[in-house]
């Protein structure tokens, strides 16, 4: 953990004593991703995964569709910088770059989609679903693995899991950063089918459902709250969207023939003793 | 409330109950400012208040420095645009804003700053302080404020305070488009001085530290954690930064010389007493 936090003094006040003492938090880099030697984004990042940053940002921001176009990538996290190479060496249009960035990424841009593009890209299997007991034990799963978070309250996680345990999870000072890093693992080690569920401890804006669909992702759960656009594209998606998942409690907000409710094992013996 | 929030059916699951039953979200639009014809950018934001977010956009990322810049700024409100005139009709260079873009704003992006030219900007009284105990009321204050938090746990606030009251408040999806908000709205109004307080539900990060530079702000209470690059541009621009601000406890990182104690006046009595 020492790598992604920074400890300094601090003054703590409590009611009218104050003390000097030592305090930790998260350290905040600003890295820059080069696509093709071309100057592409600097984002604000927790210093650490920077490869799976990249990737993950190439493929959520559509740049890159799979592992196959990366030729090369490097990251200098000294300088801050991470280079990839693409086959065929795409070349970025500046001007396009600049609508692109203006318009998406960060949760402070949007292009509106064309669903009908996402809703093929979903290949998760129909019959893919979880019992809400699931989503109870990854989302405890989920907290218990963060530990930036409980040493300086500073960070967002993301998680991906399959249908028994989280198989990927990062942590980042940037809600959008965090899930670019658990998408960006799983592009760069492209081993995982696509009946995946995307956990993240952040709100679920527009921009984090489409990154997700860009994943091809049939589940997201939350801890916090959806906006009304994110809900309404998981509706138009196909994509089941899960709010305030907190103990056994949790809000489908969309598809949520995915999340499956098993009966006590108490409450199903009753119902064979009845009949 | 009602134009912020949309109200919609949801599946609420506790452990093996399920309920259909309508809930309230947080609405998200893009909104698209229009620099002076130019298509500038667009935001994902809350649509409420769009005067004041495109003009604290504009000053918050430095495009213009004062009221006097704006000629006309008129939102649309149903199509979703803000358009912005300002004095001679700034051209502004599409390459520039391509690359102002990805270096800045929303979290994701970062151009180091020449921090002398913020330090030049704070103009507050040397001898502007506030005691510890008005920290904890501001903040108090600010949790009451925040009605569509309460509704749908989805959105940051922002305020600025004189030393006793909250003076502008606001609320949006984003952590940075709520202190776009309240900035805009002292902007247009521009009737106050510089020693305020900025109250912000959010984590600080260096972007959110820039903002405040370029508002003259010389003290920001964050009810959550900072980044260690926020905290090294709070002391080098001589701004004070309070985290974790809760009830009377809070963590002071930065010029701590402007949160004053005053020792209780049972205290003081006893003192008094016993010289």
New interface residues.
Partial sequence: MRNE??R?N?????????TRQS?V??????VTIFLNDV??????CSPKDLEYLAAGFLFGEGFIKNRVEIKRIFADKKDGVVWVETVGQKKVR??I??KR???T????????VDSAEYSKGLKADRDFRIP?GT?ASLMKEFQNKSQIYRE???VHSAGLANSSRIVIFNED??R??AIDKVLGERLLKGTMNDNLVMITSG?V???ILIKAARGRIPIIISR????????RLARELGITLVG?ARG??????SN?WR?T????RK?RNQRMGES
């Fill in positions: 936090t920074h300094l601090i003054v703590r006040v409590s009611g009218t004593t104050t305090d938090v998260v350290k905040e880099s600003p100057d592409l984004v600097s984002l604000l500046e001007n770059l600049a960035f203006i318009t990424g960060c949760g402070r841009g949007f292009s509106f809400a989503v300086t309250g500073g000072i940037g959008h950063n709100r804006s527009s921009d916090s709250a959806p906006t009304d656009l994110a809900v305030f056994s409690r949790m809000n489908v907000y949520e999340i409710i098993k009966p006590h409450q």
